[in-house]
């Protein structure tokens, strides 16, 4: 095998709604299965080693574009979820981050979220970074500006380099996702960890979120290890 287990998993785990559409139930039904596959793999994550795993949760775009009934019923849903996995023992380990905006968020809500973040910094566990209101060109124009502004306070037209302009990121301090895996056959990033991503490799599976089994996270797993990861020529040359 070419590769040993990632390091970072990222994950867009489509299919929720579709797969509660085909009960008959409510889009929540969805999220609710959608948790519960979340946990397992977190959990199989855990067990094999993988210290980071980064999901989607819901993009900016979507908080901005559906109804404030949609709107309401998630919040409620991210609410609920939270005080349920509080002494969940899969979870228990588990080193909780949040990346995106959450200002699109309730106050309540951003607080209850706040509280759980730090109450599980002194988790020696996973990693589990959420994406809440979160959408890679977002996250880049932040940066940008926020790097504009530093620059010229300081008088400085230096150039910057990737490695500086990546500390002012969402995933300063964490590596760069090797694996991405997206459910649900969708063959498209939908504006997840654009800058994140340009060296990962890529799965795109058929199953809706709530049906991948761990059993098929590890035939992901395994496919990833066969392959040969290629980071662009200047690191082929160095690594040959």
Known sequence: MDNPFPNHVAIIPDGN?????????????????????????VARAQDIGIPFITTYAVSAENLRRRSSCWCNEFFTFISKTLR????????????LRLI?????FPLALRKELNNFVENTQTNTGLTLTLALGYTGQEEILDAVNALLQERFQAGSSTPVTASEFETYLDFEGIPSPDLLIRTSGEMRLSGF?????????????????PDLTVERFDAILED?????RNFGAERTEHAA
């Open 193 to 209: 960890l654009l800058w994140h991503l340009a060296y990962s490799e890529l799965a795109f599976v058929p199953e809706l979120w």
């Open 100 to 104: 995106g905006d959450l200002s699109l």
């Open 17 to 41: 709604c579709r797969w509660a559409t085909a009960r008959g139930q409510s889009p929540v039904g969805g999220y609710k299965a959608g948790v519960q596959t979340l946990k397992a793999i």
């Open 224 to 228: 990833y290890q066969k392959r040969h």
């Open 84 to 95: 349920h996995s509080w002494e969940d023992p899969l979870l228990r380990d588990v080193r």
